[in-house]
Structure formats: structure tokens, C-alpha cells
């Protein structure tokens, strides 16, 4: 995820356009993939590790991850009733 987002960074100006309202869906599409794919290496890694911290505080370490990539995902829900759940 690092190399990912080194890269992009690298290239900010270009993957704006790419990845803008009038981007590139070819380019758009493969982003999303890697994005997936980092998330479930995440939960993978969580998992095999048999679940070190609570689903709560992986959407709080993950989140901001997913949100540099302005994925739209869903956000982690910070307040104290909100448990484990995810709002939009």
C-alpha cells in the first residue's frame, strides 16, 4: 500500500486528471482493484494473526489508508455507541 501511494504521490497532477470526474475508467477500474486487494491483505494479515485488535480499531488504522485513495468507502463511525459498524 506504501509503493501505492508513494507512486500516486509521485504523480499527483497526473493521477488527478486520471482519476477525476472526467478520468480514465480503465485506469480508474485498476486503482479500485489494488485498493481491494491492499484491504483484503489487511484482513487477511488481521486474521491470520488471530484478530489482535477489535474490527472497531482495524476501520479506525484503516480507514485513513482507504480515505488518501478518496476510494468513497465506507468511513469508521468514531462515536462510543457505535461499536463495530461502518456509516457511509
Not at 28 to 42: D, E, F, K, P, S
Request: charged share 15%.
Amino acid at each position: 500500500m506504501q509503493t501505492f501511494l508513494t507512486v500516486l504521490a509521485k504523480h499527483a497532477s497526473l493521477y488527478r486528471g486520471l482519476l477525476g470526474p472526467q478520468g480514465s475508467a480503465r485506469v480508474i477500474n485498476r486503482v479500485q482493484r489494488r485498493i481491494a486487494g491492499a484491504l483484503v491483505g489487511v484482513a487477511t494479515d488481521w486474521l491470520q494473526r488471530d484478530c489482535p485488535h477489535t474490527p472497531s480499531e482495524m476501520a479506525m488504522l484503516t480507514w485513513p489508508l482507504l480515505s488518501v485513495c478518496g476510494s468513497g468507502a465506507y468511513a469508521p463511525d468514531t462515536s462510543a455507541s457505535a461499536g463495530t459498524s461502518m456509516n457511509r
